[in-house]
């Protein structure tokens, strides 16, 4: 079943995903507002944090900030999030056949403004950790994520490539 509200959520949260990944490289690609940095060092995945120190050099005091940075920012979001969940499963609730279009606007207007204030906080807290890093630092990020983007395509125009004489190999 189709949603709006839910696939205006996901466009945001994937395009704020994406932001995330552009700022802290291959080394915070699983770092999303979806799952906090916590979550995953639980999990056995190995931690982002220093996986950013290693490639970008980062100091302890560095490493320590952006911790806590990551900490209080996803805390917020984390919350936010629930919210944004709650709204979308009343908006569910309200397709029906004796539907209230004025709740629908209304709840609607909630997920807009929560899922506005996710955007801003994960601004914030994009901005807030690259205010941490050195210019050289920056750089030597901005380089890593070229190299990781053209893997990607080069990946996606290989799979292009394989579905395509998949398809030609069916007919």
């Known amino acids: 079943m189709y949603v709006g509200g839910i696939q205006i959520v996901a466009t945001l949260l994937t395009e704020t995903f994406m932001k995330l990944v552009k700022l802290f490289g291959t080394a915070l690609v699983a770092l999303s507002i979806s799952v906090p940095a916590v979550a995953q060092q639980s999990g056995g995945q190995p931690d982002q944090v220093d996986q950013l120190a290693q490639m970008v050099g980062l100091t302890e005091d560095q490493q320590t900030e952006i911790r806590a940075i990551l900490d209080e920012m996803q805390g917020e979001i984390g919350e936010l999030r629930q919210e944004a969940r709650a709204l979308q499963q009343q908006m569910q609730g309200e397709i029906k056949s004796d539907f209230d279009e004025a709740a629908i606007r ?66």
């Open 106 to 171: 209304e709840q609607a207007e909630e997920l807009g403004d929560v899922t506005g204030e996710i955007a801003a906080l994960s601004t914030l807290m994009q901005a807030k950790v690259d205010s941490v890093f050195t210019q050289e630092q920056r750089d030597e990020l901005d380089k890593r994520m070229q190299q990781m983007q053209q893997q990607m395509q080069q990946r996606r125009q290989m799979q292009q490539q394989m579905q395509q004489g998949q398809g030609q190999g069916m007919q």
